[in-house]
């Protein structure tokens, strides 16, 4: 999260206050993702990582926290826990191609 120091108004309220921003760029290629929330509760925070995946179309730049080995094209071999975390929230993992 970061704060601006202006004030903005928002739509849904019609009243105006301090923007938080999510920021999130994936790590290789560098690709960012900024969207501005009234609050950084969570609602807003589960809601901007949906969208974020949403806009990059789910990919993942291969971290080390979910990919244990990169194998042959598309294909990895993820960490147990990541996979755990995917099944469970139901969600299909992406990984950029190195290089």
Do not use: M
């Not at 601006?4 to 739509?11: L, N």
């Not at 147990?80 to 290089?99: D, I, N």
């Amino acid at each position: 999260w970061a704060r601006t120091t202006g004030v903005r108004p928002w739509p849904s309220s019609g009243t105006g206050g301090p923007s938080a921003l999510f920021c999130l760029r994936l790590h290789a290629s560098g690709v960012p993702f900024v969207r501005a929330y009234p609050t950084e509760r969570l609602e807003p925070f589960l809601d901007s990582h949906c969208r974020a995946f949403d806009w990059l179309g789910g990919v993942y730049d291969n971290p080390k926290t979910a990919v244990v080995r990169i194998l042959q094209g598309p294909e990895r071999e993820e960490h147990v826990r990541f996979a755990s975390l995917r099944a469970h929230h139901l969600f299909e993992s992406r990984f950029c191609r190195p290089g």
